[in-house]
Each structure stands twice: as structure tokens, then as C-alpha cells.
């Protein structure tokens, strides 16, 4: 008798763990569904291009194949950190070590502050920016007939 | 020394002309340092561009030597004026010695004011192409599939190489300066502003502007190596042309037509 009751109770209980499990389980995805829908973060090559020119990276990380100084990469060596890397990189704390450097400099002193204060989506814009430096870019040049008229 | 130094200063003591892309004799630096203000450097000088433009083409090119000399003319004229680079942190200039020193570094405003002297020269033979040129390549027909447009050329950016369409570069002159500026850094200009922007990305015949801004990202390639290029004679760096133009040719995905028999 006393087994029964055990028996049972053992197999209720399962039922209300793996109940409980399967509700948990949903909850999981439409959490993982509902962060998917809110990230509207589009990457887009003009923006990030902007972004590159406005920061201007390459005035001190060089587009020659030699450093400039020991501690200072290339842009070549920037474009192949990897990214979650590169995001570390990104925040001035990592370019500190250079601020005597900027006292006199207003310039990059601006743009190293703009760093920081980048959006969550303009440092992924950034972010590709950077490697796509190391990539290699195809144009294509199209032609078609001109609509411009003459003058 | 880099080994690029030394090969020019080989190349000069053998008594043979520097060759390669970019090549120079020694760019002239004045600091200019007024109180309370960053320190400026003039960069003056004369630097020359050579492109090789590579006839792969099947059928006769009656017009080529015309277009190569306005294509020639045009990308001199578009890369000409003055461009300021704001805190280039750079090897120290010291005025003394009247170089660079690259022990030390410091950041600078760099003002340039450089001649650009740009050749066009045509090539037959692959022999005749350095692993520093610039290589324009002008072949039958480029089948890469885009929408319902013709594909005139096709470049692989910075350093290249660069093709370009020989019946298209006949009724559009200026899409080898297009082409080459890819080689220089310049990406395609989208929107209403492309219509008549040299970088547009569909070509027309009144595609000829370049902005300031664009003169700057040149200007900025081509004076990557500022350091070496006032340090005496300069050639840039490999760029492995020709085995680069051999792995664009061959591309299925490309779709050259050309002549095979004339890339040896």
C-alpha cells in the first residue's frame, strides 16, 4: 500500500516537474523571440563609412605596412582583431595610455571622446567598418544609357 | 631601412629608372610650429603614378592611345589641390637633421601640396608588369551578372587590379579614371548625388565630379608611406600585380573575355 502511494506520488510529481520544465521552456523562447524582434540594428556600409572617416582611425593606425611605433598598430593589424576584441578596443579607456600625447591635439581628443559616446548600433557600425578595411571589395561599374540631358 | 628602400637605391645605383605605382625622389618637409597651436608639416614635392595598361582585347583598339592620354590628363586634373590631414601622429620631425626620426613620434596637421605626375603607359606582355604597378587591364566583355546593366568594369579597390571594357571606355571616357581612383581607395557614390559624380555607380558621360573629400582618401593612400617617401627615392610596396590580375582574370565568377594568348 504504502509503495502504491509512493509510486504514485513519485510519478506525480514527474508529471508536474516535466509540466513545469516544458512552461519554462516557452517562456525561454518567446524571451529569445521578443530580443530578436527589439534589436533594429541595421548595418549599413555608408553609415559605417561615416562613422570610419568621422573617428578617422587611420590617422594614427597607420595604412602603411609598418607600424609607426612599437605599441601602435596598423590599421591592417586593427582590421584583424577579432570583434568581440575590437569592441573592447573601442572604448578610450584602451587608448589612455596615449592621452599626454593629445593634450595638445583637440582634434583626436574629440574624436577619442565620440568613441565613447557611441551608440550601441553606431560601434557595431563601426565595428565593421574596421574588418571590412581587410576585406577585399569588388566594384562593379554598370553602364546604361545616359538621362541626363546635354546643356 | 626597408627592403623597398633599399631595392630603390639598388635600382638607382645600377643606374635603372625607379619603377613601380608611386614613385618619387624625395618629398620636401617644413615644420611649421606656431605657439599654442599643433605643429604643421608642408609636404611638397613631385610624386609620379604609373599605370600599365594592359591590351588584352581580341579585336583591333584603333582609339586606345587617345583614350589613354585623356584618361591620363583627367586623373591629373582630378588629383590636383591641396588636402590638410588633422593630427597625423607620425615619427618625429626633426628639423636638424632634416628627417624623420623614428624613435620618437608626435602628432602633426599635414598640409600637401603635391604635383602628381600620372603615366599611362601601355603594356603588351606580362613580363612588362611589376609587382608594385598599377595595372589597368582593357578586355572584351566583363559577364559579371547585375541586374539588367552592362558591366564596364570591374576593380578589386585599393591597389587593384583594375579592367575595364574597350567598347565601353570608347563611349564613356571617363570610367578608367573611375576605375583606377577604385585602386586609390574610393568607393561608389550612391543617390541622387551619383548622377554626376565620378564615382557614381552606373557610369554616363557626365559622371566627372570628384569632391574634396575624396581627394582626401587619395590623397591619403597614396601618402601612406610619407616617412620613406621624404626619405630619398621611393617605390611602394608590392602589391603582387601580376599574380593578382592572373586570380581576377581567371574568376569564373568575373567573367572575362579576353585574350588569352596575349597574358603571357
Redesign the interface.
Known amino acids: 500500500m504504502d509503495l502504491n502511494i509512493t509510486k504514485l506520488s513519485l510519478g506525480n510529481l514527474l508529471l508536474v516537474l516535466l509540466t513545469l520544465s516544458c512552461i519554462n521552456r516557452n517562456n525561454d523562447s518567446s524571451e529569445t523571440l521578443a530580443k530578436i524582434k527589439t534589436d533594429t540594428c541595421k548595418i549599413d556600409q555608408?553609415k559605417a563609412?561615416a562613422l570610419g572617416?568621422d573617428i578617422?582611425c587611420?590617422?594614427?593606425h597607420?595604412?602603411?605596412?609598418?607600424r609607426?611605433?612599437p605599441n601602435?598598430f596598423t590599421m591592417k593589424e586593427v582590421s584583424d582583431m577579432d570583434s568581440l576584441k575590437l569592441r573592447d578596443f573601442l572604448f578610450i579607456i584602451k587608448h589612455k595610455k596615449n592621452l599626454s600625447?593629445?593634450k595638445?591635439?583637440p582634434?583626436?581628443k574629440q574624436?577619442l571622446k565620440k568613441i565613447d559616446s557611441l551608440s550601441d548600433c553606431d560601434r557595431k557600425n563601426l565595428i565593421h567598418y574596421i574588418k571590412e578595411y581587410n576585406r577585399?571589395?569588388?566594384?562593379?561599374?554598370?553602364?546604361?544609357e545616359?538621362?541626363?540631358p546635354e546643356k | 631601412m626597408t627592403l623597398n628602400q633599399l631595392f630603390a637605391k639598388d635600382a638607382l645605383a645600377q643606374g635603372k629608372k625607379l619603377s613601380g605605382g608611386i614613385t618619387c625622389n624625395g618629398l620636401r618637409i617644413q615644420l611649421r610650429h606656431a605657439p599654442g597651436k599643433m605643429p604643421e608639416l608642408l609636404v611638397t614635392g613631385d610624386v609620379t603614378l604609373t599605370i600599365k595598361v594592359f591590351d588584352l582585347t581580341t579585336t583591333g583598339v584603333p582609339k586606345l592611345h587617345s583614350l589613354i592620354a585623356a584618361t591620363q590628363s583627367n586623373i591629373a586634373n582630378k588629383l590636383r589641390g591641396e588636402t590638410m590631414e588633422y593630427d597625423r601622429y607620425l615619427s618625429n620631425y626633426d628639423t636638424k637633421a632634416n628627417k624623420f626620426n623614428k624613435n620618437t613620434q608626435a602628432l602633426y596637421n599635414v598640409r600637401y601640396r603635391i604635383n602628381y605626375i600620372v603615366k599611362l603607359e601601355k603594356i603588351s606582355r606580362l613580363s612588362q608588369l611589376s609587382g608594385n604597378d598599377f595595372v589597368l587591364a582593357v578586355v572584351d566583355r566583363i559577364g559579371f551578372k547585375t541586374d539588367n546593366l552592362n558591366t564596364s568594369g570591374l576593380t578589386d579597390g585599393k591597389g587593384g587590379p583594375a579592367t575595364v571594357v574597350y567598347n565601353d571606355w570608347c563611349k564613356y571616357p571617363n570610367i578608367s579614371t573611375h576605375e583606377f581612383f577604385h585602386t586609390l581607395g574610393l568607393g561608389h557614390i550612391k543617390g541622387t548625388s551619383s548622377k554626376k559624380s565620378l564615382m557614381g555607380e552606373v557610369a554616363g558621360t557626365h559622371n566627372n565630379a570628384v569632391s574634396l573629400n575624396e581627394l582626401f582618401i587619395m590623397n591619403k593612400y597614396l601618402m601612406a608611406n610619407l616617412v620613406d617617401m621624404s626619405n630619398g627615392q621611393y617605390a611602394s610596396p608590392t602589391l603582387n600585380t601580376a599574380e593578382n590580375l592572373r586570380k581576377f582574370l581567371n574568376n569564373p565568377t568575373n567573367g572575362f573575355k579576353y585574350n588569352k594568348a596575349k597574358f603571357r
Open positions: 555608408e563609412d572617416s578617422s587611420t590617422s594614427c597607420t595604412l602603411a605596412e609598418e609607426v611605433s601602435v600625447l593629445y595638445d591635439a582634434i583626436t574624436r577585399p571589395h569588388l566594384y562593379i561599374l554598370r553602364t546604361a545616359d538621362t541626363i
